[in-house]
């Protein structure tokens, strides 16, 4: 089974860039996706990666952030730029199989899901 481990949160000034990863370990995922979870508000989809080169982005999603990975989807990148306080937050990523289809599904319907990590950003 596919473990993930986000990381790269922390806390930033309004306007400036972060780049979150999500490590798998374990085996090779087919999608990656990454969610956030505001304070007091539900989990929500942001964009998922798929092996095959493929993306997906939330239909509220501007161009700010982007999905990525460098090595075959061991890690899968979110890079997000001018951020707002808004975006501030619980991030998760959690695999999928492609058989799903590339977007955003129930959470029952992700293989597995890492622990979040922590985004702030002060106004």
């Known amino acids: 089974e596919v473990q993930l481990q986000a990381s790269g949160g922390g806390l930033v000034q309004g306007g400036q860039s972060l780049r979150l990863s999500c490590t798998a370990s374990?085996?090779?995922?087919?999608?990656i996706c990454w969610f956030h979870q505001a304070q007091g508000r539900e989990r929500e989809g942001i964009s998922c990666?798929?092996?095959?080169?493929?993306?997906f982005y939330a239909d509220f999603m501007e161009s700010r952030f982007a999905i990525s990975t460098d090595d075959a989807m061991n890690t899968v990148y979110l890079q997000m730029n001018s951020l707002r306080p808004e975006d501030s937050g619980v991030y998760f990523c959690?695999?999928?199989?492609?058989?799903?289809?590339?977007?955003?599904?129930?959470?029952?319907?992700?293989?597995?899901w890492g622990p979040g990590t922590q985004v702030t950003v002060s106004s």
């Open positions: 959690a695999e999928s199989d492609l058989s799903l289809g590339l977007g955003f599904h129930p959470e029952y319907e992700y293989d597995s």
């Open positions: 374990g085996g090779t995922p087919d999608v």
């Open positions: 990666l798929g092996s095959t080169g493929d993306t």
